[in-house]
């Protein structure tokens, strides 16, 4: 969720649903950026790094997203449903919790959890580009997390997420269906035969 500010209070209640829910997680947040006015270190709950260390790892800054979930560790994958970390967990064959916040990802949504059945929801309702009034609770993300991981549809949603990672592989493959689509319009541009256009 790289384009997002959560209040701090809407973090603390991620970080104990992280450490509730007894899974392993990596955690990516925004280095040195201020939240409600607060520094971001004062959202962490009292002693959580090291209460989590072994089974938690907190990433400030930047992280390589792809890398990240093409390693075979790694078990879900919590997204906004913006539509390119959806195909990147898709393509990883990653399934996710997802937690819609803005535009077009509350129906990327509905693809992911109701469509594809790939994903859980966080019970996320608010479309919002700035401040958040609604907070998202710890059970509730802890459900979501716990359902994904080790829940009676953890296998299913896997097995499902692993399909379509598959079939993206052979799409992009030589002649697979997205290979022939891009040569197709490669060829139709060319086809029109478009005067050069000057820059600078």
Known sequence: MSKTDFSASQLIEIAKALAASGQNFIWVVKNGEKTEGEDREEWLPEGFEKKMQGNGLIIRGWAPQMLILDHEAVGGFMT??????????????????????????????????????????????????????????????????????????????RNRTRALKEMARRATEVEGSSYCDLNSLLGDLRAMNLPATRTG
């Open 80 to 157: 906004h449903c913006g539509w390119n970390s959806a195909l990147e967990g898709i393509t990883a064959g990653v399934p996710m919790v997802t937690w819609p916040l803005s535009a077009e990802q509350f129906y990327n949504e509905k693809l992911i959890t109701d469509v594809l059945k790939i994903g859980v929801a966080v019970g996320a309702q608010e479309w919002s580009r700035g401040e958040r009034k609604i907070l998202v609770k710890m059970e509730e993300i802890e459900h979501a997390i716990t359902e994904l991981m080790v829940g009676e549809e953890a296998e299913g949603l």
